[in-house]
DNA sequence: GAAGGATTCAAACGATCGTTTGAGCATACG
DNA sequence: CGTATGCTCAAACGATCGTTTGAATCCTTC
């Protein structure tokens, strides 16, 4: 049972786990405010509902996360040196450290899920309030690939965002090494990630 | 609500569909009955309890899949002049012809919900019954990229079946095009998996 | 056509779900 | 001190869950 933080902050970090562990069905509100240690009506007085706690289990990770990803795509984009890697360490890189906190390891799981899902409700949640930083993206890529048809672009951006977020979802367990190397391993996983993802995008 | 077909084939059928949809939890076996047209003891009756058919709804199709698979694997594995795109071909081409038809158009959907799951026990049964499936293909993998190491080619492996994992999860409602293509169609899209997947897997 | 096993059926079981309620407690402000 | 205000709490709400039951019905076999 946790006992650091707010109330609020303790629902959203029990959720996290508990959705990634068990799916957004499969983790009850008992469950989960069992762990945080906190009142069952709690996460209906702070949140509303339970369906409006996984809105902002997702906010307080993806604000930050999407934050990152556009600085780090603002300082390549258009440039005329730019390669394909830098763009993909700009996307990759926020991520992974995301999954090398101790906190937050497990929210590339939630996220996972959420692809796997095809739940409406939830895609568009994210494509109003993310959809941009895909877009931006994109368009780099457009420009580091011009050789590529808009078709074939699409194909295999789909194609390396599969492969990111399949590879990074089993994180935080499995991936998870000694801290001395922690920081060199994590490096050799950022590079292992955009060697696949550039050969991938940039195939014959 | 389905009409045709065997009370036990009914309940299959719909139980895919459903579990595509709404997921293994999300999923009631009222919903799955009433559609399969059935009685909701009907599933207790034929399969003992709700996970047993779950397993069942794995087994319906990957037996077929995977002996699909490991047939196509059989005609290149080992021969001289085979290259990475036709041991590729042989994991994708069965997977995609199932995605293309009517009845099964669904699995693969089901197939990345389990992926996401992390769930112990089916991760368990799927290794148990299928692992040697991946054995014998990451075998010939290691044939045809002797330069990587053991550590690189899991990574990349891994890296790759997310990617086609993830792509035709998607399919049976986005990718579907008019009969008359369809058979062109897929054949197009075996080769952006293959070329995305071999470049990854080739990369420097 | 009677017997008997296989299957289907409506109904109910206890458990658990998300949500709501209203009393109780805390802290801050007049 | 008195009283708002924000929050926590145990308890209960109706709904839905997977499963079980026992009678009704179908279907085969002699």
């Known amino acids: 049972m ?10 959203l970090g029990a959720a996290e786990t508990l959705f990634a562990q068990r799916g957004f069905d499969g983790a009850s509100l008992r469950q989960l405010t ?19 706690l996984v809105e902002q289990v997702f906010r307080r990770r993806l604000d930050a996360l999407n934050a990152q990803r556009l600085a780090a795509l603002a300082k390549v984009a258009g440039k ?26 497990l929210f590339m799981r939630v996220l996972a899920r959420a692809f796997a899902e095809h739940d409406d409700g939830l895609r568009k949640f994210l494509s109003e309030n993310y959809g941009h ?12 690939l011009p050789r590529l048809s808009k078709e074939e672009l699409y194909w295999r951006i789909d194609l390396a965002t599969g492969a990111l977020t399949h590879a990074m979802s089993g994180f935080g367990i499995i991936q998870r090494k000694s801290d ?6 994590r490096e050799q996983t950022v590079q292992h990630l955009i060697r696949f993802a550039a050969a991938g995008l940039n195939a014959t």
Request: glycine share 6%; no cysteine; proline share 3%.
């Open 133 to 144: 930083v895909m877009r931006q993206f994109t368009a780099e890529f457009a420009r580091l």
């Open 34 to 52: 069992s762990a945080a240690g906190v009142n069952l009506a709690a996460v209906n007085y702070h949140f509303g509902s339970k369906e409006k």
């Open 80 to 105: 005329p040196d730019t390669r394909l890697e830098d763009v993909l360490d700009a996307f990759i890189r926020p991520a992974l450290e995301l999954s090398h906190e101790d906190e937050g390891s």
């Open 180 to 185: 001395v190397s922690e920081r060199a391993h």
């Open 2 to 11: 946790n006992r650091t933080g707010s109330t609020k902050e303790r629902i």
